[in-house]
């Protein structure tokens, strides 16, 4: 696929943000990938260009009935100041089984991946040269058809933005406070939990804001059928290190097969350490946690990383967590992970590449 390049004049481009206070989602870089779908003709008009506005019909179909995708995922700023994606084709992967899933059509892997490299490569200024500060990466799918009537769209936008970006939680990295619901679900097997699309995040949105009001980073979702099984944080997997076992729960159907969950579960492995994915109840964790068997709880992530968890609010049953401190395992997994991403440690995965 030939990708035309058009680059923003000099003197329009952006002044770039304090990289000491850069928030997340906040500072959109200069340039965007875009192409677009026919079915009639497939991806065509693939371009490079200046960060603007997109002109959508009011009838595009994704308004209306939400055929969206995306994914997310970084560049760092390392050794030698070169620049480093992490897994980017497993993501690119991951979207198409989105697409699959969503009536959408896939993408053309090597293509968009040697777009984004180049859309990276202009755009490397902003990279963070910050310590612990990234690039965030946002490959995103609409239907933009104009027409009403819930049927697959024919028509659709694929594009990348880019934003420097600290750390997504105001913790940084620091345990945080997690609100467990009972009240709300988020997915079932069979549905839609396991791909990323946008209406698995606005049917979250109210149990997030319920948890914060109450002084909590996040909600830890449980199964939908029991509600006692525990499945994901709002934004990442979730790990239990119990008795010096790692445990993680199942990919069942209704969980994000995360690309970090993936690579902490082959670091542990390598390690050596017992890891096992089944089913762990909420009344799991609290037993062992009363028990004194619970070492440490961390989420999994693109955007966070590693997250520490230090306490757990469950029917006002508020359970801490390691002292509220960060675990061992937590702390050499997000050490470790950072080491790999920045290229200052040897790669045993062939997971890093260079732009």
Same mark, same amino acid.
């Given at each position: ?60 179909? #994704? ?5 969206? =995708? ?41 293509? #968009? ?28 799918? =609409?239907?933009?058809?104009?027409g009403l009537g819930v049927r697959p769209a024919k028509q659709f936008i694929f594009f990348i933005i880019n934003c420097p970006v600290g750390a997504y939680y105001p913790e940084g990295f620091n345990p945080v406070k997690i609100f467990v619901t009972d009240?709300?679900?988020?997915? #079932? ?35 939908? =059928? &029991? ?68 070492? &440490? ?56 590449v260079e732009v």
């Open positions: 696929m030939d990708i035309r390049v058009e680059k923003k004049a000099p003197n329009l481009l952006k002044a770039k943000p304090d990289e000491k206070s850069l928030g997340f989602g906040q500072h959109m870089a200069d340039h965007m990938f875009v192409m677009l779908y026919d079915e009639h003709i497939g991806w065509h008009d693939a371009v490079i260009k200046p960060y603007e506005n997109f002109s959508l019909d009011p009838a595009a179909m #994704v308004l209306h009935y939400g055929q969206e =995708i995306f994914e997310g995922l970084k560049a760092y700023r390392g050794q030698d100041d070169k620049i480093f994606l992490f897994r980017p084709e497993d993501n690119l992967k991951r979207m198409n089984v989105s697409a699959t899933r969503m009536c959408m059509p896939e993408i053309p892997v090597a293509d #968009v991946f040697n777009g984004l490299k180049k859309l990276i490569a202009l755009d490397k200024d902003w990279v963070p040269k910050a310590d612990g500060a990234t690039l965030y990466i946002r490959p995103t799918m =609409i239907a933009s058809e104009a009240k709300f679900v988020r997915a #079932v097997a069979g549905g839609v939990g396991n791909v990323k699309t946008g209406g698995n995040y606005a049917a979250s949105i109210m149990a997030a804001v319920e948890a914060q009001q109450q002084g909590y980073t996040q909600v830890l979702w449980l199964d939908a =059928i &029991e509600r006692k099984y525990i499945e994901e944080v709002g934004t990442m997997n979730i790990f239990f290190r119990i008795d010096d076992e790692i445990i993680t729960p199942p990919l069942t159907g209704s969980i994000l097969p995360g690309i970090t969950r993936d690579s902490v579960l082959r670091l542990t492995e390598d390690w050596g350490l017992k890891v096992y994915e089944k089913k762990i109840s909420i009344d799991d964790v609290l037993a062992a946690n009363e028990k004194g068997s619970l070492q &440490e709880i961390f989420g999994t992530g693109t955007a966070a990383v590693i997250s520490p968890v230090g306490e757990l609010n469950y029917k006002g049953h508020v359970c801490t967590i390691n002292n509220g401190k960060t675990g061992d395992l937590a702390q050499k997994l997000f050490d470790e992970l950072q080491a790999i991403q920045n290229g200052y440690k040897k790669d045993p995965h062939d997971w890093v």
